[in-house]
């Protein structure tokens, strides 16, 4: 069984080890129009847009209601409580 999970975790990963093994790359990150400005942010200020934070929460939720309904009991409270944790940590983040 596949449970989709929230993907902005793994693409944040991606632009940290892309950035660390090609500087074209990571100045191509940097200077993209649409997630250049994120990053900067997070680099400056570790600061997450507030429709950034509502877009990663909505995501957590439908991928916990998924897990919730498709797996067994109790493993279907891991995608709950993961999905709790790390939607605290992002809610908690400063604002830009």
Known sequence: MVLPL???PF????AFLF???SPRLERKLVEHP????HIRTWRKNRAISRQGKIAALIAFTLSAI???VALD???SLLPCAVNLIGG???WSRPER
Not at 11 to 14: H, R
Not at 34 to 37: A, C, K, N, S, W
């Open 88 to 90: 605290v940590w992002i």
């Open 6 to 8: 929230p993907t902005v």
């Open 66 to 68: 998924v897990g919730f």
């Open 34 to 37: 649409t997630f250049g400005p």
């Open 11 to 14: 693409v944040v990963l991606a």
């Open 19 to 21: 950035a660390r093994s």
């Open 73 to 75: 009991f109790p493993i």
